[in-house]
């Protein structure tokens, strides 16, 4: 019996120890790295699985706002694509929510996934609502968990373009998160009239214990106003206080940067970024080279010309071959000061603040910040990484549809 009695304890204490090591701190970065490069951060969790095991602990509801949905056999993705399968089949009720106007781009996999039992799927109008588009990337689990992030829900997001995200298993931010995509789903339904929906908004920050004596402070930004529930900060304004309260250090990597952009041109994170280096902060930034080729190359001249270090970001193609819109640094984050981070689904033009749905984390926490400083410090000395300078010339990367000459498609 008591041996008996010891190995049921020591089982118990294993099982224990193991569902500690799965659960982690509520707070979590998750990542994905491109085959072939040594982008990133490894201690960070490949995205791919955490959504995985989010979407494998859903009880009752999955609630998924996305820009598009597009898969491909065999690839990261499809792990993702049959979990949700399976969360429909035990009853969990999933509702899919993309932008209307790229679902004509991609179609499948949503049309099935919708037509499935427990499965809903709406479209919205974000055009027509505020002038933008639906571009948030995130989903809510059971009211409990959410997680946001620059993945789309497509496939090159988990392989071959490197992203950033985060996991928050805290029940009063996924029931913001869920707010964000009740007015949204409300949203199109075109025979109601909109309203975004009321709910019982957090006192912000809310505070998160990481472990003993970490303690993070969060908020949860969201964008445009417009179309924001009341009670939920607009991420943009989150964003310049951290600016003008920076001391020492300012990193931030999107794809996109600029300043003239439909609905109407917009320099306040410019010049909040410009006024942090002149009162003596070291700001770097890092955007990909698909911003280059347009005006957006102006904005980032006028950065260097005010102190500010910038580089361009290129990810080599992969060896398997060319894949249209991919192999690029699609990450959205910012580090401040060593303990504060911002980590979203918005790039830094004024569309994604002013027109566009868009979701944010702002944090104070240094260790999640010095994970993402390790991204960031990984694609700042990356090789391929261009330092620009005001009379700095690089050539625009071929990203779209067409291959480069003497390329040929990955699976041809």
Partial sequence: MRRVTILLSLLLAAAAIAAGAASGPPLRLGESRPLETKLGNPAIPAAAGVWVDMIRGAKRSLDFEEFYFTNRRGEALAPVVDEIGRAAARGVKVRLLLDAGFFNTYPQPAESIGALPNVELRLVNYRKLAGGVQHSKFFVVDDREVWVGS???????????????????????????????????????????????????????????????????????????????????????????????????????????????????????????????????????????????????????????????????????????????????????????????????????????????????????????????????????????????PDTKLPPRVHGMEPPPGEKFYGE
């Avoid at 402070?217 to 900060?233: D, F, M, N, Q, Y």
């Avoid at 020492?248 to 439909?262: D, F, L, P, S």
């Avoid at 990909?288 to 102006?298: C, H, R």
């Avoid at 918005?346 to 104070?364: A, V």
């Fill in 151 to 389: 993945q789309n829900l497509d496939w090159r997001s988990l392989s071959q373009i490197h992203e950033l995200g985060l996991r928050a298993d805290v029940p009063v931010l996924a029931r913001t998160a869920e707010a964000v995509f009740e007015t949204d789903w409300g949203a199109a339904d075109t025979t109601k009239a909109f309203a975004p929906v009321a709910f019982d908004a957090p006192r912000w920050p809310v505070r998160v214990v990481q472990a003993p004596g970490d303690t993070a402070e969060v908020w949860l930004g969201a964008s445009p106003r417009a179309t924001t529930p009341a009670g939920i900060p607009w991420d943009r304004d989150l964003i310049v206080n951290r600016l003008r309260n920076a001391k020492h250090t300012v990193n931030v990597q999107v794809m996109q940067y600029g300043v003239r952009m439909r609905p109407a041109p917009d320099s306040t994170l410019h010049y909040a970024l410009i006024d942090a280096a002149a009162r003596g902060v070291k700001v770097r930034l890092i955007a990909a080279d698909w911003t280059l080729g347009g005006p957006n190359e102006e904005a980032l001249r006028d950065l260097a010309r005010h102190g500010v270090e910038v580089k361009i970001s290129r990810v080599p193609e992969w060896s398997g071959g060319y894949i249209p819109f991919a192999r690029v640094e699609h990450c959205k984050y910012m580090t401040v000061d060593g303990d504060w981070l911002w980590v979203g689904t918005s790039n830094w033009e004024p569309s994604y603040f002013l027109s566009t749905r868009n979701l944010g984390f702002t944090i104070r926490d240094a260790k999640l910040t010095q994970q993402a400083r390790v991204v960031f410090d990984t694609s700042w000395n990356a090789p391929t990484a261009a330092p620009w300078l």
